[in-house]
């Protein structure tokens, strides 16, 4: 079943027909290729939660138009159409920019769950669908596509179809030219920083709090990096204004650790500063494919293609270990990722990102991640209820999206006694102090990040049991 973002007002009436013109534009845009296969009409209802008539309905006006296509057993998909015009122009311009993660050890074997967030779950894993494309890459990929030294952009097909995929989910507007593979975005960012060194677009903006992942090897590049705070909008973009920065590293969909969501009018005001100030916007899409009861929102890279790059990975809908990612980026900066990947690396390994693109041509993915929204969805369900009961005190946020929670600690509790006092009972989890900058570490909430993803539901009931008990143990007797 494949995927598609599409945003209707439901409040305001007349939803086949909002349905009809946001796929007419979705085409015209290009963001829906010729011969793109659409959701079926039970899936697509079920995402918009609309009745499967309004969909129908709306299918069946643009196929009368000429606009879709059905045949039986091959579902809908986008009719061949003669002119379909290309991205819009870049505005950020490169040449006029002036010119280690913290080690992850083994939990102990007596654990009786590791709630550190990061990991998906990795049982998961599509093995049967990965192997089949990676046969079906080595039985028939020409020797030259598939082990010759690459294109240091990465394999061409799999450009093709991520370009593809990434309009179809989240609503971003590129080409194959626009799209570097990369090693996860981690891999993505060091890139794409170490480039903004070069042409001297710094200092980095950085939210506070952030991932502490990311800070190691954010310092690697050298660049100069300004803590912004963010509040329950998001990203505060007037505090942004206030600094000199000439990038600014954010994850709006679902902000790391917080889980806010950048609100409508942030996500305006940040796009309007990159435009003001010719500053570029990393949008690290970390978890993007994962959401379960909020409204869908689409990347920033489609709203100002010019000014944003869009960062992504396999690392959370496949595994984090195949270190596959890609960013999306105006044509100057994708150009100097290239050239950069030349230089360094020489680009990377050609089978795995031609079996990723067989996955995303067909329905494989769409249906993975299909069936692992349903899978998270009911681990956040359970690890809710049972923080609300064990923990009653605590402050529960981000539960929308991703795959993990942050929580904060109910008064009077310190973090770090309920890291290690968790700890000594088998249950890892990890605090929030260290992702906030030193000037805002004082004041913040003591917290925990759960990640969820990786972890059964009677794991999750278990250690949140536990976690109850070291949050506020029972008196004796
Ligand atoms: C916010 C955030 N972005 C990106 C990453 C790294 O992702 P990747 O595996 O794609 O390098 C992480 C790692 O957990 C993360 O927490």
């Not at 040449?95 to 590791?114: F, G, I, M, Q």
């Not at 192997?131 to 093709?160: F, I, Q, S």
């Amino acid at each position: 079943m494949a995927e598609l973002h599409l945003e209707i007002d439901r409040g305001r009436g007349g939803l086949s027909a909002q349905i009809v013109a946001a796929l007419r534009d979705a085409v015209r845009s290009g963001r829906l290729p010729a011969g793109a296969r659409l959701p079926s009409t039970r899936d697509l209802a079920a995402d918009l939660a609309v009745s499967r008539g309004v969909v129908v309905t709306a299918y069946e006006q643009l196929r009368a138009e000429g606009t879709l296509l059905s045949r039986r057993g091959d579902g809908t998909r986008v009719a061949p159409s003669p002119s379909l015009p290309g991205a819009p122009a870049p505005t950020a311009d490169l040449a006029a920019w002036p010119t280690a993660p913290p080690a992850r050890p083994d939990p102990p074997s007596s654990t009786v769950a590791d709630l550190r967030p990061g990991q998906p779950d990795l049982s998961a894993f599509p093995r049967g669908a990965w192997l089949g494309a990676l046969r079906g890459v080595l039985r028939e990929a020409p020797h030259g596509e598939l082990l010759a030294y690459p294109d240091p952009a990465g394999a061409r097909a799999l450009r093709v179809a991520l370009a593809g995929y990434l309009g179809r989910v989240r609503a971003a507007v590129a080409g194959p030219d626009d799209v570097t593979v990369v090693n996860g975005v981690a891999h993505g960012l060091s890139a794409v920083v170490t480039q903004l060194v070069r042409h001297g677009n710094v200092p980095l903006a950085v939210e506070d709090p952030t991932s502490e992942r990311q800070l190691p090897l954010l310092r690697a590049t050298g660049a100069e990096l300004i803590p912004v705070p963010v509040d329950g909008e998001g990203l505060d973009v007037a505090a942004l204004a206030a600094t000199p920065a000439r990038a600014v590293l954010v994850t709006p969909a679902h902000q790391y650790p917080t889980g806010v969501v950048l609100s409508p009018a942030r996500r305006a005001a940040l796009l309007a500063w990159a435009r003001d100030t010719g500053g570029i916007v990393l949008e690290d899409d970390y978890d993007a494919e994962f959401r379960y009861d909020r409204e869908p929102v689409g990347c920033l890279q489609g709203m100002a293609p010019g000014h944003v790059v869009l960062l992504g990975s396999v690392s959370k809908a496949l595994a984090p270990g195949l270190r596959l990612g890609w960013t999306v980026a105006p044509p100057p900066v994708a150009a100097a990722l290239r050239e950069h990947r030349a230089r360094t690396d020489l680009g990377g390994a050609t089978p795995d990102q031609l079996a990723f693109a067989r996955l995303l041509e067909g329905d494989a993915h769409d249906r993975h991640l299909r069936v692992l929204r349903r899978r998270y969805r009911a681990r956040r369900d359970a690890l809710v209820a049972v923080l609300a009961e064990h923990l009653p005190g605590a402050r529960v946020h981000g539960v929308s999206a991703g795959l993990h929670l942050y929580v904060e600690l109910p008064p009077g509790r310190a973090e770090a006694d309920v890291v290690a006092g968790a700890a000594a009972r088998g249950v890892v989890v990890s605090g929030a102090a260290e992702l906030w900058s030193p000037g805002r570490a004082a004041s913040a909430p003591a917290a925990l990040v759960l990640g969820y993803g990786g972890v059964p539901t009677s794991a999750l009931m278990n250690a949140v049991e536990i976690l109850g008990r070291v949050v506020t143990p029972r008196a004796p007797g």
